[in-house]
């Protein structure tokens, strides 16, 4: 398990949902989720701000979970949402929205399975 690494996509990720919990446009804009004009709709946001919440507590369990089965469940949890959103939120966006969304969501997976089996180098 290389902790560093978790630990700072643990961090990345808690900022992030801090972010777009007050600013749930930092997620709706690059998701195709706003109006023409800009906006995020009201429903747009009561559903997005749950998902980053989500993020958050994930993201401090990661950053400050002990090393070992707590760090390992916790990346496992981050994990899995970010797979659960490339498989169950990238198929109902607009097309062109999907592939970044699903490079993003299976990319922070890939990282968070890069430190729990990499090793720390010495």
Not at 55 to 70: F, I, K, S, Y
Not at 109 to 115: D, E, P
């Amino acid at each position: 398990m290389h902790t560093p690494l978790l630990r700072a996509v643990g961090a990345a990720t808690a900022v992030y949902g801090a972010l777009v919990t007050v600013r749930p446009g930092l997620l709706a804009k690059p998701s195709g989720l706003t109006t023409a004009d800009g906006d995020v709709p009201r429903d747009t946001e009561i559903c997005l701000r749950p998902l980053v919440w989500r993020d958050l507590a994930v993201g401090v369990a990661m950053a400050t979970a002990p090393e070992g089965p707590a760090l390992r469940t916790a990346t496992a949890v981050r994990i899995a949402s970010d797979l659960g959103d490339a498989l169950l939120l990238g198929p109902t966006l607009d097309r062109p929205y999907r592939p970044k969304v699903l490079a993003v969501s299976v990319g922070w997976a890939a990282l968070s399975v890069i430190g729990l089996y990499a090793r720390r180098g010495k």
